[in-house]
């Protein structure tokens, strides 16, 4: 049977979070761990859309947080699948943060997740494919196959010799 298909565009999540109290360190921004749960909430509801399947968080590829995000500010997460594979998804999250009574915003870091479909018994199971349109969209799709092979070859969980996207990183030959 051909696999069902599915647009990036339906697994978009927007959640918009206000920075309380609760949610900051001792200088009063907001903590980086705090903020990690909402961007692993946000992407696993992307990749639920995608996939209509309970999800699991396989790997985060590396976050770095550009700027601090300050008390009372609010804090907008955009997530979107940007491919599928097998089982499993990857999923690009964009972090901005708005100052509102000045109304000056920034953009405050972005990562990619990815998440595997499992059935009732936790085995991985399958996922529609993904259809980019718009043009970042595409970048995105294009972009993934080698960052998957980049996080697969650093789990172990492929040999660099098969990574093809990145040969020109890992070279094999003697
Ligand atoms: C993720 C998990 C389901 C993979 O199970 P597995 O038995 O190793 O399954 P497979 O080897 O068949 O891999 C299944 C998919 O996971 C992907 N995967 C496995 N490890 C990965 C990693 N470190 N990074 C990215 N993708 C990974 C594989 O590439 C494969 O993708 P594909 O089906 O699209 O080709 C399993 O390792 C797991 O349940 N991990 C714990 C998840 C969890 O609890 N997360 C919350 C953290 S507390």
């Known amino acids: 049977m051909p696999k069902k298909k599915k647009f990036a565009k339906e697994s978009l999540v927007i959640k918009t979070e206000l920075v309380l109290p609760n949610d900051t360190n001792?200088?009063?921004?907001?903590?980086?761990?705090?903020?990690?749960?909402?961007?692993?909430?946000?992407?696993?509801?992307?990749?639920?859309?995608?996939?209509?399947?309970?999800?699991?968080?396989?790997?985060?590829?590396?976050?770095?947080?550009?700027?601090?995000i300050s008390l009372g500010n609010v804090v907008t997460l955009r997530a979107k699948v940007t491919r599928a594979f097998n089982s499993s998804m990857?999923?690009?999250i964009k972090v901005s943060a708005e100052d509102v009574p000045s109304g000056k915003g920034f953009e405050s870091n972005?990562?990619?997740?990815?998440?595997?479909?499992?059935?009732?018994?936790?085995?991985?199971?399958?996922?529609?494919e993904l259809i980019p349109e718009t043009n970042e969209?595409?970048?995105?799709?294009?972009?993934?196959?080698?960052?998957?092979?980049?996080?697969?070859?650093?789990?172990?969980?492929?040999?660099?010799?098969e990574a093809l996207e990145l040969k020109s990183i890992f070279k094999t030959e003697s």
Do not use: C
């Not at 961007?39 to 990749?47: G, H, L, P, T, W």
């Not at 969209?137 to 010799?161: N, S, T, W």
């Open 110 to 128: 972005e990562a990619f997740f990815t998440f595997v479909a499992v059935d009732q018994s936790g085995r991985p199971i399958d996922v529609p």
């Open 137 to 161: 969209e595409q970048l995105l799709y294009e972009g993934a196959l080698r960052r998957r092979q980049m996080r697969l070859v650093l789990a172990k969980r492929m040999a660099p010799e």
């Open 26 to 68: 001792t200088l009063d921004n907001l903590m980086g761990g705090r903020l990690m749960h909402w961007m692993d909430v946000v992407s696993a509801i992307a990749a639920q859309k995608h996939s209509n399947r309970i999800v699991v968080t396989a790997s985060v590829d590396n976050v770095s947080f550009r700027q601090p």
């Open 90 to 92: 990857e999923v690009h």
